[in-house]
């Protein structure tokens, strides 16, 4: 039997898989593979649907998986990972149970040690301190606080209050309408953020986060670092690069007079009528299923240099893991997206916000016109806000063979 490290494959048929202190992607092979994840919020990749497997828990916490991959055993492993890239909490799966009372430090009892703290069905405060804390908040509309450590905050049911802290934490809604923060502003960590069901509301924080709506109708914010954000089901809106409500605090992350928000970000709609708005950086937008609008509000969040790229627009085969691959282009389908343009002024030094005039291909004649041009598979739409008739800013759609017309932008 093969023990191996973190971050690790199973090669052989019967392998000990071991992660270590940080957070991990452990994979196994066919055979009883033994896998535990240590410290850190790891995840298990599987290599078909959840649907395909057959899951219960053990004493201990232990998971038992059987499928494809063969009958493996799970310890300490906080995520499965399915083979479209989906997310799911261990704690979410059927036969799950919170950990038993005995040996927990409940309530307000937080130590700078590893602590479990666990609510009531009452509303609850709890907040970890210094340690890789376990936080459930269980029934009632909670407020969780992981603070310092790589912590693992479970909301439960109600609309609950979810804040990370410093360190990579783990945060999952569970039900209701929840509101879950990585970190507060000046801290920063690789933290997973699950709204889980209900309309919730995610911010990243600092840090290379990974934020997933799940179900409901959400709105995602990246913040600072090159985060990925998927809105899963249900109508969302995802922003790169921007601090939410928060505005009044972001003096506190500003270095030398300039927001620190140049991060490329990758943003996943899923299935739904979703707005994508990349932020500042060249980001990568795929709206997935729906009729999705793909916003870029003024000229410093899609450069001549550093554009956003936008994937399935108006509902191609291609994939945002196609693309980073390189692979293919696509052609259109049937769905209504459109790229909204209508926050940028189209003609500088004017008293108002002015429209953009679309001219389809035609090179540019006047100032406040919209136009796009199509080469090697890719498109490039630019816009010109000024006399000197060369475009400032410029939006990468990966399509070919599409006639783009007024109707498929807001101006």
Do not use: C, K
Request: proline share 2%; hydrophobic share 40%; net charge negative.
């Amino acid at each position: 039997m093969a023990l191996l490290a973190g971050n690790a494959r199973a090669i052989w048929a019967a392998d000990t898989v071991a992660g270590t202190a940080n957070a991990d992607t452990l994979t196994g092979t066919s055979g009883a593979d033994a896998v535990n994840g240590l410290g850190g919020v790891d995840r298990f990749v599987l290599t078909s649907d959840i649907s395909a497997y057959a899951m219960t828990f053990g004493s201990g916490g232990s998971l038992f998986i059987s499928g494809p991959d063969g009958a493996d055993t799970l310890t300490g492993v906080e995520l499965v990972q399915t083979s479209s890239g989906s997310l799911i909490s261990v704690a979410s799966l059927a036969g799950f149970s919170e950990p038993s009372v005995s040996g927990l430090t409940v309530g307000p009892g937080a130590t700078s040690a590893a602590d479990y703290l666990l609510g009531t069905s009452a509303v609850d405060w709890i907040g970890g301190a210094g340690g890789n804390d376990t936080i459930y908040g269980l029934a009632g509309a909670d407020a969780l606080f992981g603070q310092s450590g790589d912590d693992v905050l479970l909301a439960g049911a109600d609309n609950d209050t979810l804040e990370g802290g410093a360190g990579n934490d783990l945060l999952f809604g569970g039900t209701g309408d929840d509101r879950l923060n990585g970190d507060a502003i000046g801290q920063s960590g690789a933290d997973t953020l699950l709204g889980e069901t209900g309309d919730d509301w995610l911010d990243g924080g600092g840090g290379a986060d990974f934020l997933d709506g799940g179900s409901g109708n959400d709105t995602l914010y990246a913040g600072f670092g090159a985060d990925t954000l998927r809105g899963g089901a249900g109508d969302d809106v995802l922003f790169g690069d921007v601090y939410s409500d928060r505005a009044h605090e972001i003096a506190v992350a500003m270095s030398g007079g300039a927001p620190l928000l140049s991060q490329d970000d990758v943003l996943l709609g899923g299935s739904g009528n979703d707005t994508l708005i990349g932020g500042v950086g060249s980001d990568l937008l795929d709206g997935g299923l729906g009729n999705d609008v793909f916003s870029v509000r003024n000229l410093n969040e899609s450069t001549l240099t550093a554009p956003d790229v936008i994937v399935n627009f108006n509902g191609p085969t291609i994939t945002a893991a196609a693309l980073l691959g390189n692979v293919s282009y696509a052609t259109p389908g049937a769905e209504a997206d459109r790229i909204d343009v209508s926050e940028i002024d189209a003609i500088s030094g004017t008293t108002v916000n002015d429209g953009f005039s679309f001219i389809g291909t035609a090179a540019f004649s006047a100032a406040g016109q919209l136009r796009y041009e199509t080469a090697n598979g890719v498109t490039m739409i630019e816009g010109n806000v000024n006399a000197d008739l060369a475009a400032d800013f410029r939006i990468q759609v990966d399509i070919a063979n599409y006639e783009f017309s007024y109707f498929d932008f807001v101006l």
